[in-house]
């Protein structure tokens, strides 16, 4: 099993400095990168400060300055918020700068209010349509000079400058959880970024069925990469268990005022919501979310992995931050590397 880092440069109060917060974000993918990660994520999120990552890609191009060896994601690029030509050309331009570590990340978006704002008018649930006609453009933009005609986008015919350095392209991943989703990676052979979020295994032996489903479906596609991706906290002691799940109730607070739409952000805070008045409470059940999450002491962490390894997911994403603080953050992922890593060498 591989693995990768998604973390994300997080302010969960005005009182947080943004260069410390920029600070621990660039040396936590220093560690990783020293510690075998195989890929860091930077993802796409506007005007959050829990989330704060205008442009992927230029996360990628900072990160790639200061690291040598660990490859380099957008997860994701959301396709309703770019033009194709801008996406290919801006991708490729990080490929190069990196010296060919792009993995290139795209999905159908995250938060209505942020659709509400990059494309006012568009409905959330239908961000996937953008997703599956911008990559064969940008894939076609790659290769060479392309003219498009499509439902979202037209243009004459043009090409990406730069060209990608990875050949034909680099890996492409797709943010699946639909069946249609599974379909169309596995028609357009794009590996698998998977989040079951607070949810129990079944929630990933679902999506394991589906990609099972996708491949019988297209006969003679390659298997691509399953990655399931989890909130992971390493702690020395049984009993420290309650910090980060403190921490992770705070922020799913934010995200269920995000994911429901409320409106009440100030100054890019989002407001908690009370999650016991919540119709689905029961994902954040504290002792549920020490169960279904990656929390546990080392020993606790390895045993639970190996339950994904059976299951077949072929790389695990460590998703950092979640609220917690950044010492915790960093004896987290410092025993995840010495101690978890190598049970999977």
Known sequence: MKFHLAINMERMTPEQDMTDVERHTLEMVQMADEGGFAIAWAAEHHALEMTIAPNPFQILTWWAAHTSRIRLGSAVVVAAYWHPLKAAGEAALMDLYSGGRLEFGIGSGAYQREFDRMHPGLQRNDGFRYMFEMLPVVKA???????????????????????????????????????????????????????????????????????????????????PIFATMRHTVVYDRKEDWETPVKAAIRQFGQFENLFKNLGDVADGFPRAVELSEL??????????????????????????????????VDHFTYYASLGLGMKEQKRSLELFIKEVMPAFA
């Open 141 to 223: 933009l790659w290769r060479g000079d392309y003219e498009h005609e499509g439902e979202f986008w037209s243009f004459p015919a043009a090409t990406s400058v730069p060209k990608p350095l990875q050949k034909p392209h680099p890996p492409v991943w797709i943010a699946a959880r639909s069946p249609d989703s599974y379909d169309f990676a596995v028609k357009h052979e794009c590996n698998i970024l998977s989040w079951p979020l607070t949810r129990p295994m079944s929630e990933v032996e679902l999506y394991k069925g589906r990609l099972e489903t996708a491949l019988a479906d297209n006969p003679g596609k390659p298997r």
């Open 279 to 312: 119709e689905n409470r029961d994902e954040y059940d504290p002792n549920m979310l020490h169960q279904n999450l990656l929390f546990g002491t080392p020993e606790e962490v390895t045993e639970k992995l190996r339950a994904y390894e059976a299951l077949g």
